[in-house]
């Protein structure tokens, strides 16, 4: 079936250090994937996507790597900030469906001062 | 910047009525979508929408919700005979084509007594 997850619930970092989100996915044939950032009370804020024809993307501070030989990917948030405080949840758009997005459970972000 | 937008952004109802969610997706996007997301849960997709018709749903999009795009602008969900499992944030979404970056509304936080 479709899934994807996340490896921690949560995940506290120093203010200033990098951040590491990581999600696996279990559909070897999927092929776009996108990471959200949720603060409280408000909606998914699109961060950053990669498909299957890259392994590596960056945006600002952020870069998202895409191992498909182990079906991983990952979320790297550079100087993290106590603006970064939010639930991160990986996302896939599964083959097929050109429509439906899968959410992973998402991990909670904490900033330590 | 354009953004979805949704009213109300909260809403109290009594189990067995009516209620109807509104959304303006973003003006030069082609697709929109519904999802929803039960308190501390990830969030589940329930319904797209293209050319004035469902072109995906979701086994929780059953014959209790319906969706309509009435105008040019708006785009709204229809939930009939709530329940009290239908308390939830519901997200509407929109994008320029299938399988890109969805965009995501604040969210109406829905809670059925």
């Known amino acids: 079936g479709e899934s994807v997850g996340l490896h921690l619930p949560t995940l506290s970092v120093q203010e200033g250090d990098n951040s590491i989100i990581n999600c696996a996915y279990s559909?070897?044939?999927?092929?776009?994937f996108i990471w959200y950032k949720q603060e409280s009370g408000k909606g998914p804020q699109f961060i950053i996507d990669i498909r299957s024809n890259m392994d590596k993307r960056q945006g600002q501070r952020v870069t998202v790597l895409l191992n498909k030989t182990v079906k991983h990917l990952s979320l790297q948030i550079a100087a993290t900030q106590p603006g970064d405080s939010a639930v991160y949840f990986c996302?896939?758009?599964?083959?097929?469906?050109?429509?439906?997005?899968?959410f992973g459970k998402g991990t909670r972000l904490h900033i330590l001062p | 910047e354009p953004e979805v937008t949704q009213t109300p952004s909260h809403q109290v109802t009594q189990m067995g009525q009516e209620v109807i969610l509104r959304c303006v997706p973003i003006s030069n996007h082609l697709y929109f979508y519904w999802y929803r997301q039960i308190l501390g849960q990830k969030v589940e997709f329930l319904v797209s929408?293209?050319?004035?018709?469902?072109?995906?749903k979701s086994e929780i999009f059953d014959d209790q919700f319906s969706v309509e795009r009435p105008d040019g602008s708006n785009f709204t969900l229809k939930i009939r005979s709530t329940k009290l499992e239908d308390s939830a944030m519901y997200f509407c979404?929109?994008?320029?084509?299938?399988?890109?970056?969805?965009?995501f509304g604040p969210g109406t936080r829905l809670l059925v007594l």
């Open positions: 979404a929109s994008s320029k084509r299938g399988q890109e970056t969805q965009y």
């Open positions: 559909n070897s044939a999927s092929d776009y």
């Open positions: 996302a896939e758009n599964p083959p097929s469906r050109d429509d439906k997005i899968i």
């Open positions: 929408f293209y050319n004035n018709e469902i072109s995906e």
